[in-house]
């Protein structure tokens, strides 16, 4: 498992399954709906995983920041 990292979801495509996150570095990563741990809104905080795909950059394991709080 690599470094997580974190990010806004700022866009997200229903109908291609695709979402963009903007990460701590300003940096556009996408990522895809059905690779998320449950249910992304826009301005969700989340944390992930980065990959390198063919078409570049892609966010893997994303899932709420708050699901990472253990009480």
């Not at 701590?24 to 390198?52: A, M, P």
């Not at 893997?60 to 920041?65: A, D, G, P, R, S």
């Amino acid at each position: 498992m690599g470094d997580m990292r974190k990010g806004d979801v700022t866009q997200i495509d229903f109908e291609s399954g695709l979402g963009i996150i903007i990460d701590e570095n300003d940096q556009d990563i996408h990522f895809q709906l059905d690779n998320v741990s449950s249910l992304i809104n826009l301005n969700s905080r989340v944390i992930f995983e980065i990959e390198l795909h063919e078409h570049g950059l892609m966010a893997v394991n994303v899932q709420l920041e708050m699901e990472q709080i253990k009480i």
